[in-house]
């Protein structure tokens, strides 16, 4: 329709398979940058990434209409593909994902969070943020399930 109008930020966060550090510095930025490519392929902006060794953060805005488990779904797929490929079999995602609405009055805290990642986690691990966030978004979960890769 030419009258509809979106624009949804979602902050996305998943981890490699067993949370292992198996993103190196060697394969970041190729990690990062495949990742924003999927996203622009499926009309979706990427406002900020940031890849740590054993997960990723994402601020995505979504423009048009689009399942965010495709969005997600396919950055990794991709992503795994290519750079096992490249580098033989070296990284594996979890199977979900986190993904949090954030208004538009909070995408620049977001976005200064996800690029102070390194600072950020010499106080907390992934874990604890992780389940922190299914808390303060009131997700309904069970313990076994969370990190059940």
Sequence with gaps: MGNSFTSVYIHAVWSTKYRNHQITPSIKLEVESLLISVAKELGVGTVSIFAMPNHVHMLLRIKSPVLISEVIGKAKGRTSKRI???YGHILQWQQGYGAFSISASHVARVKNYIENQ???????????EYLKWLVDYQVEYEDRYVFGD
Excluded: D, L, R
């Design 84 to 86: 096992n490929e490249k």
């Design 118 to 128: 390194v600072k950020h986690h010499e106080t907390h691990n992934f874990e604890e």
